[in-house]
């Protein structure tokens, strides 16, 4: 009887320790699945994009100085400064991360932004090196200024959109490897409570069996 139940035991034992290591499995994968990502695609569009956007802040920052800067030397050289403080390299970086299709399409709307906004500042630089300092004011504040807004929103949307999945993606990790600790430890134990179940059952039927003998054995008094 007690070999009967040290087999049911082992049984559910390895029934349970499977389905534990197959849920443990399936954690460990989707962990590591979630920190991949992060490493390979959040982390660098996160790094990418905001260093565009500190570029374009930067760059507009000196494009708006032209309009108060009074001798030709300096324009000419604060326009230099923008043309070489390009952002093209962040951008080809962060295309080459896109994850998902709304990642994608969030890119591709910054790319039209970008190309509207410096197709009008190469129109706004020309003005200023012409020094028609006044068509280039009208210019700035009729279309220049409000295209480098939609062009800076679009690309803070995506510096928010990585940060928001960078943060999902945290979380994701953090709640499994907080609950997967007390899985294993709920195995170890059941199993125990099933061992020390299953040896008192075994123990106490062995301690009856051996009374009911003994009484069986005992002589009767005449």
Same mark, same amino acid.
């Given at each position: 009887?007690?070999?009967k139940e040290v087999i049911a035991l082992g049984l559910t034992a390895i029934i349970i320790f499977t389905l534990v290591? /197959?849920?443990a499995s399936l954690a460990i994968r989707a962990v590591e699945r979630d920190a991949k990502l992060v490493a390979q695609d959040t982390l660098p569009g996160l790094v990418n994009a905001g260093e565009a956007l500190n570029r374009i802040q930067e760059?507009?920052?000196?494009?708006?100085?032209?309009?108060?800067?009074?001798?030709?030397?300096?324009?000419a050289r604060l326009i230099e400064k923008v043309n070489t403080n390009a952002t093209d390299a962040f951008w080809e970086k962060y295309q080459e991360s896109i994850f998902g299709q709304r990642d994608a399409d969030?890119?591709?709307d910054m790319q039209q932004c970008r190309t509207e906004f410096i197709a009008l500042r190469k129109e706004y630089f020309e003005l200023v090196a012409a020094g028609k300092m006044d068509d280039?004011?009208?210019l700035y504040e009729s279309q220049l200024?409000?295209?480098?807004?939609?062009?800076?929103?679009n690309s803070l949307a995506l510096f928010t959109y990585n940060a928001d999945l960078g943060q999902s993606r945290a979380d994701r990790i953090l709640q499994i490897s907080t609950?997967?600790?007390f899985a294993l430890a709920g195995f170890c134990v059941l199993v125990l409570m099933l061992g020390?179940?299953? /040896?008192?059952?075994?123990?106490? /039927?062995?301690?009856s069996g051996n009374w009911s003998e003994n009484l069986g054995t005992t002589p009767s008094k005449s």
């Open positions: 009887m007690f070999q290591a /197959g849920a760059n507009w920052l000196n494009a708006t100085l032209l309009l108060h800067t009074p001798d030709a030397p300096t324009r969030t890119f591709k280039a004011a009208r200024k409000a295209a480098f807004e939609k062009y800076r929103n609950w997967t600790p020390v179940f299953v /040896g008192f059952k075994a123990t106490l /039927g062995a301690f």
